[in-house]
């Protein structure tokens, strides 16, 4: 009978892998037959969104960059359409030398004093940047000129249509090594006044304002996305995926979490045990009996506390009011409680199971010659765990399940992990969908170990 069931399932999982990859094979299929772009062009129309995108580059606030743009040409000479729904550009364009008059003045740029000398307070950030750009003004306006050959891809995305792409090399090459000028102050901690040496590591207010003075925007190095919604949304997800989970190796969140989440749960069933059956012994000693009256009314004011109130407040009771003033550790903290909370459910389920034995077997004990005790140990109680073993196990799932409330009181346990994945990426699908696939699995192979004993049980009271 395994060997059937397993053989479907395997059968299921392969035909879930073929049919999964007959359609992703199907739609890599249909994405390589359309790479070519739809929307056909003339070499004016390419010329306006050309010069359409570039205008819009400048800061508002860099002056610099504005006048460079002002005396920069980018002429489209003709068009190829390309293999990955691109249009290039074939382009001849002229343009001021930034690169050059900002690496060679360097000094003289961020010579500027931070204090006002007639008031001897701290300039603010725009006088700073005032002061450099007339420095930078007319430096430009005597910058020797640059002119060469450009290509310029324009690509065709499905949501927002024709996209010119300007990569940093291209913004680079087109505008005078602005980029390369820009990495150049970045990079600058020392400047050389009257063969003096000068340190403005910490003057971020300078290479700030020379910076600004020639700041871009609305362009993005990250290649515009071709491809169809199916391969995007494919592609979305493996870029999740390596964010939450590969880069930096944030798995281990969840892999330590998994250890501390499965410590607590069987700490806690061991726990649970102990405390369920000498609850459920002394209640059925007392229905049986009646004695143990007080420890009997003991253990039905625990067992209805225990089941009648949640085990988010129980947790949080437990630490922060009874164990926190007195030192105890967290997860020390949660394994008590959840222990606590299960033994009240397995007293039931004992209790249940005992009471399920035929008093004549109790009888038959004592007409051997077997005292109480020994009739529970040896006769009543074996009998009344096969019959309450698959309830008993049911538990543990439910057990497992319910130590996801744990992080509440800072215990680093697989649903922490999770949440401290989200706090790093801040996504939300990713990590929180791990947590319920690992605990899915879990539960699933606990659940099918529950069938097998149940199925073995069940063969050995027909035998």
């Known amino acids: 009978m395994l060997k059937n069931k397993f053989f479907r399932i395997s059968l299921f999982v392969l035909a879930g892998i073929f049919i999964i990859s007959a359609v992703f094979g199907a ?71 930034i690169y050059s008059v900002v690496s060679s003045n360097i000094n003289d740029l961020l010579n500027i004093s931070l204090t006002d000398e007639i008031t001897g307070k701290a300039k603010n950030a725009t006088t700073i940047q005032l002061e450099i750009n007339d420095k930078l003004f007319l430096l430009l306006e005597n910058a020797p000129t640059l002119s060469g050959e450009v290509q310029i891809n324009i ?30 102050v970045n990079n600058t901690n020392y400047i050389t ?41 494919v592609n979305s997800l493996a870029d999740e995926f390596y964010r939450n989970f590969i880069k930096e190796a944030r798995w281990q969140y969840l892999a330590r979490g998994l250890r501390t989440t499965l410590s607590i749960t069987f700490l806690s069933l061991v726990l649970g045990l102990v405390i369920g059956f000498i ?62 909370n299960s033994g009240a459910y397995v007293a039931e389920i004992v209790r249940g199971g005992i009471m399920s034995v035929d008093n004549g077997q109790l009888e038959a004990g004592r007409s051997l010659g077997f005292n109480y ?26 057990l497992l399940k319910e130590t996801s409330v ?34 899915l699995v879990l539960v699933l192979g606990l659940s099918y170990l529950v069938s097998l004993l149940e199925r073995r049980l069940n063969k050995s009271d027909r035998g």
């Open 27 to 97: 739609a890599l299929f249909i994405e390589k037959q359309s790479n070519t772009v739809d929307t056909k062009i003339t070499i004016e129309e390419a010329q306006e969104i050309v010069d359409t995108q570039l205008s819009s580059l400048p800061n508002n606030v860099a002056d610099c960059a504005k006048f460079l743009l002002e005396n920069t040409s980018v002429k489209v000479k003709d068009i190829e359409y390309g293999n990955e729904k691109n249009i290039i550009l074939n382009c001849d364009y002229k343009t001021l030398d």
């Open 279 to 340: 609850v459920a012994i002394i209640r059925c000693t007392f229905a049986k009996t009646g004695k143990l009256k007080i420890l009997d009314a003991i253990c039905r004011l625990y067992i209805t506390v225990m089941r009648g109130t949640p085990v988010m407040v129980q947790l949080m009771i437990i630490f922060f009011v009874i164990l926190l003033p007195m030192g105890v550790e967290k997860f020390t903290a949660a394994v008590l409680c959840f222990g606590i």
């Open 155 to 184: 690509y065709e995305t499905e949501d927002k249509g024709l996209i010119l792409y300007l990569d940093d090399n291209t913004v680079n090459t087109v505008l005078g090594g602005i980029v390369d000028a820009k990495n150049i």
């Open 406 to 439: 744990a992080f509440y009181i800072g215990v680093a346990d697989l649903t922490q992990g999770g949440l401290k994945i989200r706090s790093i990426t801040y996504s939300n699908f990713m990590p929180l969908i791990a947590i319920g696939l690992i605990y």
């Open 373 to 398: 005790v020994s009739t529970m140990w040896y006769i009543v109680i074996p009998q009344a765990i096969k019959a309450v073993l698959p309830a008993l196990a049911n538990e543990f799932i439910a």
């Open 193 to 233: 006044v009257n063969s003096e040496e000068i340190d403005i590591s910490n003057k971020n207010s300078l290479r700030r304002g020379l910076e600004q003075c020639f700041a871009l925007k609305n362009y993005d190095s990250k290649k515009p996305d071709t491809s169809s919604p199916l391969i995007k949304w």
